[in-house]
């Protein structure tokens, strides 16, 4: 018997561990230290992983901005706008920290380095790129 798809979007393990390994791939050519989460695209976490030097904080960040781009069905950077003081979504990552409007989230797959927050997006790019 089949199982029923539930999930808008269903990653199957390799395709996210595939996603992990571009992403840490994009880390050793950047020199930062990366924590990465693929997530599908009900927002349930698929697979995660704490780069070797990655802060433990950066374990949070990753979370909530893999959280916010799956949500919101798109890349945290073209969010950003959105986020500030006079614009619609001004407060809603601060009251419960369940999503974060810093660039590095795309949907399905997040990274948070050491780096800047476009290198972010570049690790996370290459996440989704190996699973697109």
């Known amino acids: 018997m089949a199982i029923p798809v539930i999930s808008p979007v269903v990653l199957a393990r390799s395709a996210a561990h595939a ?3 571009a992403g840490f791939a994009k880390d050793d050519r950047l020199g930062i ?11 349930s976490l698929i697979a995660q992983v704490r780069g070797v030097g990655a802060a433990l904080a950066s374990i949070g960040t990753r979370d909530v901005k893999t959280i916010a781009a799956v949500h919101f069905a798109q890349p945290i950077k073209g ?9 619609a979504l001004f407060g809603l990552g601060t009251r419960d ?3 974060a ?18 290198q972010d997006h570049e690790a996370a790019a290459a996440n989704l ?4």
């Open 33 to 43: 230290p990366f924590a990465i989460a693929v997530r599908d695209g009900g927002g």
């Open 19 to 21: 996603a992990l390994d």
């Open 101 to 118: 409007f810093v660039v590095g989230g795309i949907p399905i797959t997040g990274a948070t380095g050491a780096g800047s927050p476009e």
């Open 129 to 132: 790129a190996a699973i697109s």
């Open 79 to 87: 969010l950003q706008g959105a986020a500030t003081s006079d614009q």
């Open 97 to 99: 920290a369940a999503h």
